[in-house]
């Protein structure tokens, strides 16, 4: 349970946590404060179900809103979902909201988007990656004197300075206050006499057994519960003495509870222990229905295990989501171990969440675009469990390289490319007897390393994927291959050789009849190709036929990289007000999509814009900004004289009409921009949200909601699947 997150300034943000009411711990909650205006490090211990995360999230909110205006913000960074030590970095970093596309370790791109930053990070749920998270703690603190840390576990990190803050259950009167409140949320109002204070006593206070008691209470009165508890505990009093009291008290409540349950709850409860994070209600029926549960069942049984607060449910971008609490969690997967149904469930769970990302890559060519980046930034968690279970069971390594491929557009389209790569290199480090797959996650990286600049492992990649592709002689392979050696000949001012392999690469496309994303960014990086040589009406007519197929299709991605040629082309014409708001339309969609690349090209043509307009000082500050972009993009403008062309042009611009010490002024002034109000000054009117495209034209397929079964294996025929 957490308190409610309003991310400070300083962050990009992510949904705000949806929580039920806080009750109680006023004086906890002046103790926490107090002890963090006095100490860097404050780590909150206590038993599971104390409530170390609502208190903590509750301080970091209240010492954000009573902190001086001075950019002070903070972040929740959920650790409990995390196995991997090695993504303990990436979580940090996905919970600031930051968006880096270079080859840098996770660590030094929070070291500098936190320098300077009066900053809090909530760490919490890290027992089981205590060492991954004090070394990672200690060289922030050490690095960043304005940083402090608010850490909830059940042991210390362990560090020098650390100050600990041990949590006790509620006392009498609060802990009847949190039973009476959440009883008339379940419209089950309780009085405080004796019965209810018996109650609250037995339980210990501990606000997660106090939830679940209220969740009952719309079945049974306090007498009721009391009675069925002390039976509970009289059978638990002869074991688990090595256990703590109060954890012995918690999993008394969690059985208790569970024993309340209907055959039908507890199986269900068992099941959804697979999921990580959040799910939905898709999920639940396909993974969790079959043997003693039907499908049909699934949403009533899950309505019951909502009202016994056994789950939550809460409203995201992506629709309403489910959440099963972790020390909840914890206790049903136990039971699905016992049953020996785990690996099944977990099989099932992998199948849905593969099904899922097939599914999102075909519709990414679709009006649902942005529907399905938001679907796959809330299963993100699920989808990094789906991908460890193939790429460590045996035999499966093939899925494992498939789900990482399929998931281009996330790691390409929606700024991971850095996870990205670390899951295809994974992957295509095991053996596979399937060629397919493995040559999908091969184009991929190779794309990924292109955009990182990191051109000798994307070179490897690529001609490694030819080379199999065409012994294996897979055409569509061949093409994917070809047309990202393209790309990086492009990036690499080889514009004879991009062209080149562009055109073959685009033949092949056509032949083979494919036509999506990918397709569309072949005929927007050729149009560059030609742009860069001096072809400009070659240029603007290959984009003009790219923007109308993807307003034919709804698609906004790849239109949005050919909004950005046709603006320089509208610039070089002359025409900065037409170029001014394709540009707009650019920058629009691309800061939607998390896509940095697009964002930061398009603020630099901005710039030059701008200073064609008359204004030399904003120009200037864009460029600052641009900058500051481009240090998480990668080498700025790909290191092309192509690419900086422009902006060498609109520097020396701006620096005749203002000075070397103006000019220097305004720069610095736009490299302390953060990338959302770098977006909104480049905008001029603050960030905007996106127009309506046409309606497509043609059938639109289904969506994916609703559907029961994992979506079909891919097809060449209108999906990023070739490959």
């Given at each position: 349970?957490?308190?409610?997150?309003?991310?400070?300034?300083?962050?990009?943000?992510?949904?705000?946590?949806?929580?039920?009411?806080?009750?109680?711990?006023?004086?906890?909650?002046?103790?926490?404060?107090?002890?963090?205006?006095?100490?860097?490090?404050?780590?909150?211990t206590g038993a599971g179900g104390v409530g170390k995360s609502r208190l903590a999230a509750r301080v970091a909110a209240d010492w954000t809103s009573n902190a001086p205006a001075d950019g002070a913000g903070w972040a929740l960074v959920e650790l409990a979902a995390v196995r991997d030590p090695r993504f303990v970095e990436y979580a940090v970093v996905e919970a600031l909201g930051l968006t880096d596309h270079t080859t840098r370790p996770p660590r030094e791109t929070l070291l500098e988007h936190l320098a300077g930053r009066r900053a809090l990070l909530v760490l919490d749920g890290f027992e089981h990656l205590?060492?991954?998270?004090?070394?990672?703690?200690?060289?922030?603190?050490?690095?960043?004197?304005?940083?402090?840390?608010?850490?909830?576990?059940?042991?210390?990190?362990?560090?020098?300075?650390?100050?600990?803050?041990?949590?006790?259950?509620?006392?009498?009167?609060?802990?009847?206050?949190?039973?009476?409140?959440?009883?008339?949320?379940?419209?089950?109002?309780?009085?405080?006499?004796?019965?209810?204070?018996?109650?609250?006593?037995?339980?210990?206070?501990?606000?997660?057994?106090?939830?679940?008691?209220?969740?009952?209470?719309?079945?049974?009165?306090?007498?009721?519960?009391?009675?069925?508890?002390?039976?509970?505990f009289r059978l638990l009093a002869g074991g688990g003495r090595d256990a703590l009291p109060r954890h012995r008290t918690l999993r008394t409540a969690i059985g208790w509870s569970h024993e309340l349950c209907t055959p039908a709850e507890r199986l269900l409860w068992a099941r959804l222990s697979v999921f990580t994070r959040t799910f939905d209600l898709d999920a639940a029926e396909y993974v969790c229905s079959g043997d003693g549960l039907p499908a049909e069942d699934v949403l009533d049984v899950l309505s019951e295990l909502l009202a016994q607060s056994v789950v939550s449910r809460e409203e995201t971008p992506?629709?309403?989501?489910?959440?099963?609490?972790?020390?909840?969690?914890?206790?049903?997967?136990?039971?699905?171990?016992?049953?020996?149904?785990?690996?099944?469930?977990?099989?099932?769970?992998?199948?849905?969440?593969?099904?899922?990302?097939?599914?999102?890559?075909?519709?990414?060519?679709?009006?649902?675009?942005?529907?399905?980046?938001?679907?796959?930034?809330?299963?993100?968690?699920?989808?990094?469990?789906?991908?460890?279970?193939?790429?460590?069971?045996?035999?499966?390594?093939?899925?494992?390289?498939?789900?990482?491929?399929?998931?281009?557009?996330?790691?390409?389209?929606?700024?991971?490319?850095?996870?990205?790569?670390?899951?295809?290199?994974?992957?295509?480090?095991?053996?596979?007897?399937?060629?397919?797959?493995?040559?999908?996650?091969?184009?991929?990286?190779?794309?990924?390393?292109?955009?990182?600049?990191?051109?000798?492992?994307?070179?490897?990649?690529?001609?490694?994927?030819?080379?199999?592709?065409?012994?294996?002689?897979?055409?569509?392979?061949?093409?994917?291959?070809?047309?990202?050696?393209?790309?990086?000949?492009?990036?690499?001012?080889?514009?004879?050789?991009?062209?080149?392999?562009?055109?073959?690469?685009?033949?092949?496309?056509?032949?083979?009849?494919?036509?999506?994303?990918?397709?569309?960014?072949?005929?927007?990086?050729?149009?560059?190709?030609?742009?860069?040589?001096?072809?400009?009406?070659?240029?603007?007519?290959?984009?003009?036929?790219?923007?109308?197929?993807?307003?034919?299709?709804?698609?906004?991605?790849?239109?949005?990289?050919?909004?950005?040629?046709?603006?320089?082309?509208?610039?070089?014409?002359?025409?900065?007000?037409?170029?001014?708001?394709?540009?707009?339309?650019?920058?629009?969609?691309?800061?939607?999509?998390?896509?940095?690349?697009?964002?930061?090209?398009?603020?630099?043509?901005?710039?030059?814009?701008?200073?064609?307009?008359?204004?030399?000082?904003?120009?200037?500050?864009?460029?600052?900004?641009?900058?500051?972009?481009?240090?998480?993009?990668?080498?700025?403008?790909?290191?092309?004289?192509?690419?900086?062309?422009?902006?060498?042009?609109?520097?020396?611009?701006?620096?005749?009409?203002?000075?070397?010490?103006?000019?220097?002024?305004?720069?610095?002034?736009?490299?302390?921009?953060?990338?959302?109000?770098?977006?909104?000054?480049?905008?001029?009117?603050?960030?905007?949200?996106?127009?309506?495209?046409?309606?497509?034209?043609?059938?639109?397929?289904?969506?994916?909601?609703?559907?029961?079964?994992?979506?079909?294996?891919?097809?060449?025929?209108?999906?990023?699947?070739?490959?």
């Amino acid at each position: 349970m957490r308190g409610p997150h309003s991310p400070g300034p300083w962050t990009d943000g992510g949904p705000p946590l949806e929580l039920t009411r806080f009750v109680g711990r006023s004086a906890e909650l002046a103790e926490l404060t107090a002890a963090l205006g006095r100490a860097r490090l404050v780590t909150v211990t206590g038993a599971g179900g104390v409530g170390k995360s609502r208190l903590a999230a509750r301080v970091a909110a209240d010492w954000t809103s009573n902190a001086p205006a001075d950019g002070a913000g903070w972040a929740l960074v959920e650790l409990a979902a995390v196995r991997d030590p090695r993504f303990v970095e990436y979580a940090v970093v996905e919970a600031l909201g930051l968006t880096d596309h270079t080859t840098r370790p996770p660590r030094e791109t929070l070291l500098e988007h936190l320098a300077g930053r009066r900053a809090l990070l909530v760490l919490d749920g890290f027992e089981h990656l205590v060492a991954a998270c004090a070394e990672l703690v200690a060289e922030l603190l050490r690095k960043l004197p304005e940083l402090r840390v608010l850490a909830t576990g059940r042991r210390p990190l362990g560090l020098a300075g650390e100050r600990l803050f041990a949590l006790a259950p509620l006392g009498d009167d609060e802990a009847v206050d949190l039973l009476a409140d959440r009883a008339r949320a379940q419209g089950a109002p309780v009085d405080d006499d004796a019965g209810v204070r018996e109650l609250c006593r037995r339980l210990e206070g501990l606000p997660l057994a106090l939830e679940l008691a209220a969740g009952r209470l719309r079945a049974l009165s306090p007498a009721q519960l009391l009675e069925r508890l002390d039976d509970r505990f009289r059978l638990l009093a002869g074991g688990g003495r090595d256990a703590l009291p109060r954890h012995r008290t918690l999993r008394t409540a969690i059985g208790w509870s569970h024993e309340l349950c209907t055959p039908a709850e507890r199986l269900l409860w068992a099941r959804l222990s697979v999921f990580t994070r959040t799910f939905d209600l898709d999920a639940a029926e396909y993974v969790c229905s079959g043997d003693g549960l039907p499908a049909e069942d699934v949403l009533d049984v899950l309505s019951e295990l909502l009202a016994q607060s056994v789950v939550s449910r809460e409203e995201t971008p992506a629709g309403p989501r489910y959440r099963v609490l972790d020390t909840v969690r914890a206790y049903g997967a136990g039971w699905l171990e016992a049953t020996g149904d785990a690996d099944r469930l977990r099989r099932r769970h992998r199948d849905w969440y593969l099904g899922l990302a097939t599914w999102c890559e075909l519709e990414w060519f679709s009006p649902r675009q942005r529907e399905v980046a938001a679907r796959v930034d809330a299963e993100l968690p699920n989808l990094r469990t789906a991908l460890e279970f193939s790429l460590t069971e045996p035999d499966e390594a093939h899925l494992g390289q498939h789900l990482a491929g399929t998931l281009w557009f996330c790691w390409v389209g929606c700024g991971r490319l850095s996870e990205g790569r670390r899951w295809l290199e994974r992957s295509l480090a095991l053996e596979s007897e399937y060629e397919r797959s493995r040559l999908k996650a091969l184009w991929v990286l190779g794309h990924v390393a292109i955009l990182q600049g990191d051109t000798v492992p994307a070179l490897r990649a690529l001609r490694t994927c030819r080379e199999r592709a065409e012994r294996s002689a897979d055409p569509a392979a061949v093409a994917y291959a070809e047309h990202r050696t393209g790309c990086l000949a492009l990036v690499t001012d080889d514009m004879v050789r991009a062209e080149a392999l562009l055109r073959s690469a685009l033949a092949r496309y056509e032949e083979i009849g494919e036509l999506n994303s990918n397709v569309l960014m072949g005929r927007v990086e050729l149009a560059m190709a030609r742009a860069f040589q001096g072809d400009l009406p070659e240029a603007v007519r290959l984009c003009r036929e790219v923007r109308r197929v993807c307003e034919d299709h709804g698609e906004r991605w790849a239109r949005s990289y050919a909004l950005y040629v046709l603006a320089y082309a509208a610039w070089l014409d002359g025409d900065t007000a037409g170029a001014r708001e394709l540009l707009a339309g650019c920058l629009t969609d691309a800061h939607a999509f998390r896509d940095l690349l697009g964002s930061v090209l398009a603020i630099e043509l901005l710039a030059l814009v701008t200073v064609a307009q008359g204004d030399p000082a904003e120009a200037a500050v864009l460029q600052g900004a641009a900058g500051r972009l481009w240090s998480s993009v990668g080498l700025p403008l790909f290191g092309s004289a192509y690419y900086n062309a422009p902006h060498e042009r609109c520097e020396a611009a701006a620096r005749r009409a203002l000075g070397a010490a103006r000019y220097a002024e305004c720069v610095r002034e736009g490299a302390g921009l953060d990338r959302e109000a770098a977006v909104a000054r480049a905008l001029g009117d603050g960030i905007r949200p996106l127009p309506a495209l046409p309606a497509p034209r043609g059938p639109v397929a289904r969506t994916c909601p609703g559907q029961r079964e994992p979506a079909a294996s891919p097809t060449r025929k209108g999906g990023e699947t070739a490959g």
